[in-house]
């Protein structure tokens, strides 16, 4: 009778463990285990002098790989943002200062104007992206 239970507990014990590999196999293979691949970006906020908002200078954050511009953004600052009609995102306002008839918000990567939505263009790994609160009158000049 000892040797049958012997036998009986290894068994349940063997089960026991195959069923814990293989849950720890199952689990690799779905890529719940594996981490995402973080990136460095330099982030920057140009709030106009008047606003009383400190500016945000080269600061170092790290975002998934694949991230848009908007994505980062709103790791790092209150964001809002509207939809347009052709699916992209208008940033509204940032860190509290919203955009207005006459002014709003535009970005640089690697200090080139991007004519790109904020959710469009990816940033890659080293970028340098830059915000600027700018009167569009001073654009048009």
């Given at each position: 009778?000892?040797?049958?239970?012997?036998?009986?507990?290894?068994?349940?014990?063997?089960?026991?463990?195959?069923?814990?590999?293989?849950?720890?196999?199952?689990?690799?293979?779905?890529?719940?285990?594996?981490?995402?691949?973080?990136?460095?970006?330099?982030?920057?906020?140009?709030?106009?002098?008047?606003?009383?908002?400190?500016?945000?200078?080269?600061?170092?954050?790290?975002?998934?790989?694949?991230?848009?511009?908007?994505?980062?953004?709103?790791?790092?600052?209150?964001?809002?943002?509207?939809?347009?009609?052709?699916?992209?995102?208008?940033?509204?306002?940032?860190?509290?200062?919203?955009?207005?008839?006459?002014?709003?918000?535009v970005y640089e990567v690697n200090d080139k104007a991007i004519m790109e939505s904020a959710n469009v263009h990816k940033l890659s790994k080293g970028d340098e992206l830059s915000w600027e609160?700018?009167?569009?009158?001073?654009?048009?000049?």
């Amino acid at each position: 009778m000892r040797k049958i239970l012997a036998v009986l507990f290894m068994g349940i014990m063997m089960a026991f463990a195959f069923t814990a590999c293989n849950d720890d196999d199952n689990t690799a293979a779905s890529g719940q285990n594996e981490s995402t691949d973080m990136i460095e970006v330099v982030f920057s906020v140009d709030y106009p002098d008047e606003s009383g908002i400190t500016d945000i200078d080269d600061q170092v954050i790290q975002v998934p790989a694949g991230s848009s511009v908007l994505d980062a953004t709103t790791l790092t600052v209150e964001v809002i943002s509207e939809d347009s009609s052709d699916g992209s995102k208008y940033i509204t306002s940032i860190g509290g200062l919203a955009a207005t008839d006459s002014s709003g918000w535009v970005y640089e990567v690697n200090d080139k104007a991007i004519m790109e939505s904020a959710n469009v263009h990816k940033l890659s790994k080293g970028d340098e992206l830059s915000w600027e609160y700018t009167s569009w009158e001073d654009m048009d000049n």
